[in-house]
């Protein structure tokens, strides 16, 4: 593990730019669980029932009932110290940017500034009649569906499947995959497209692609130039360490 982290530090000192991909797997230690695995979120609920457009338009109530508990979880949720590292680290300039497939804010409440949200956020709702957009507070979604004053449903501003990508997300994502010379990719499963291309463009444009997950994935053995199996919250400060 050491030799491993050492030459992720020194990969990272030598680069000229630094980006993350970063999925579920980095707040699993603020106490979100992620989607999949033995805890995961898609084994209580099923994601073609609960978190696909069409199931939120035929009944906005079943899915606001999981949204609403991922909400009370996300707010009490703070940010973990692979959270901070990176935070730490766009601070002293060894990382560039961050595209994030999370929805819960944890990165910018980290202090990191240069986010990209590649799935939206879940700070905000927006008015699915009049496309007015409020700020999401408990208060609002405690009765569900909740609605906005002009009568229409609300929605959390994050994709759904069957949603396309936000333009913006992609351009950017893509531009930051293709101009770094360092990816780190953190707690996720690299299963979801368009997400899972990040780091495949990235290798393809000459970046080393440096793994960090609990479990392998299928990066590990096909595109991770370094592959540390641990906790992000626990590798990422053993990184910063030597940085
Ligand atoms: N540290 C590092 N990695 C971890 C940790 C941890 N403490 N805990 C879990 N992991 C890893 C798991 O091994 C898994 O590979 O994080 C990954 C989480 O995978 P997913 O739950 O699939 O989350 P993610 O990859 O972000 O999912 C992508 O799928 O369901 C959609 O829109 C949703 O953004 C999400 C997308």
Not at 51 to 71: G, R, T
Request: with cysteine.
């Amino acid at each position: 593990m050491d030799r491993k982290i050492i030459s992720a530090a020194l990969l990272i000192k030598k680069a000229k730019k630094v980006s993350a991909l970063t999925g579920a797997g980095i707040s699993a230690e603020s106490g979100i669980a992620p989607f999949r695995g033995s805890n995961g979120i898609w084994k209580k609920y099923d994601p073609e029932e609960y978190a696909h457009i069409d199931s939120f338009m035929n009944n906005p109530a079943k899915v606001w009932k999981m949204i609403s508990e991922l909400l009370d979880i996300i707010f009490k949720a703070e940010p973990n110290k692979g959270h901070l590292c990176l935070s730490a680290m766009e601070k002293s300039g060894c990382l560039y940017s961050i595209i994030t497939q999370n929805v819960d804010g944890l990165h910018q409440a980290a202090g990191s500034r240069n986010v990209i949200e590649f799935h939206g956020n879940n700070m905000l709702l927006i008015c699915m009649a009049c496309g007015k957009k409020i700020k999401t507070e408990k208060e609002i979604y405690r009765k569900i569906p909740p609605l906005c004053p002009c009568g229409g449903i609300l929605r959390p501003d994050v994709v759904f499947f069957g949603e396309p990508i936000p333009q913006r997300a992609i351009t950017e994502s893509f531009a930051e995959a293709k101009s770094c010379d360092v990816m780190l990719v953190i707690g996720t499963s690299a299963v979801v497209t368009p997400a899972a291309e990040i780091p495949i463009i990235a290798k393809e444009n000459g970046a080393k692609i440096i793994e960090i997950n609990i479990e392998s994935t299928p990066l590990t053995d096909a595109v991770a130039n370094i592959s540390i199996f641990g906790k992000a919250g626990e590798i990422l400060p053993e990184i910063v360490k030597n940085l």
